[in-house]
């Protein structure tokens, strides 16, 4: 674990004012909106990657806090649940900083449901975005006919 501090700048000096400790924090994507190697591209660095695999492949970018705060929800959110080990059912909180394709694909959010998977009424997850984000949760009503019932969407 890591030990963060909180400081705060008072006269172009840093005093530490209180010490936060086991913060953990597991990053599922790192990558640009086109992800790495890029999806149609040939270049030598696109190709080595994808011979190499292993960490020269990268997704986009998805940050889990303390296994229940989730920043950003992308198209890759199933992989980093499949592949990686993200357990989107310990999330609680969603914070959704922009609402770019490769920050937020709203559809997979109708697949938390009783119709996808059991038990998630008592479990609501909180969505907090920009009216964009929010406006695009529409997407989330098109698969599940009540998201109201599973998320909570709150507008920052």
Same mark, same amino acid.
């Given at each position: 674990?890591?030990?963060f501090y909180?400081?705060?700048?008072?006269l172009f000096?840093?005093?530490?004012?209180? #010490? #936060?400790?086991?913060?953990?924090?597991? +990053? +599922?994507g790192?990558?640009?909106s086109?992800?790495?190697?890029?999806? $149609?591209c040939e270049?030598?660095?696109?190709?080595l990657?994808?011979? +190499?695999?292993?960490?020269? %492949?990268?997704?986009?970018?998805?940050?889990?806090?303390?296994?229940? &705060?989730? &920043?950003? !929800?992308?198209?890759d959110?199933?992989?980093h649940?499949? #592949? &990686?080990?993200?357990n989107?059912r310990?999330?609680?909180t969603?914070l959704l900083?922009h609402?770019?394709?490769?920050? !937020? $694909?709203? *559809?997979?959010?109708g &697949?938390?449901s009783?119709?996808?998977?059991?038990?998630? *009424?008592?479990?609501?997850?909180?969505?907090?975005?920009?009216e964009? #984000?929010?406006?695009?949760?529409?997407? *989330?009503?098109? %698969?599940?006919?009540?998201?109201?019932? +599973?998320?909570? $969407?709150?507008?920052?």
């Amino acid at each position: 674990m890591t030990t963060f501090y909180v400081i705060s700048l008072k006269l172009f000096k840093y005093k530490i004012t209180d #010490v #936060v400790t086991d913060m953990k924090i597991t +990053y +599922y994507g790192t990558s640009a909106s086109e992800a790495w190697p890029a999806l $149609f591209c040939e270049c030598e660095a696109c190709r080595l990657a994808r011979k +190499y695999g292993g960490k020269n %492949v990268r997704s986009r970018s998805q940050t889990l806090i303390d296994d229940t &705060l989730l &920043l950003d !929800f992308p198209p890759d959110t199933n992989y980093h649940a499949q #592949v &990686l080990g993200l357990n989107l059912r310990r999330v609680r909180t969603l914070l959704l900083t922009h609402s770019h394709h490769d920050h !937020f $694909f709203p *559809a997979d959010l109708g &697949l938390r449901s009783d119709q996808y998977a059991e038990g998630l *009424a008592e479990e609501k997850l909180t969505i907090y975005g920009n009216e964009t #984000v929010i406006s695009m949760c529409e997407d *989330a009503k098109r %698969v599940c006919r009540n998201p109201e019932q +599973y998320i909570t $969407f709150h507008e920052i």
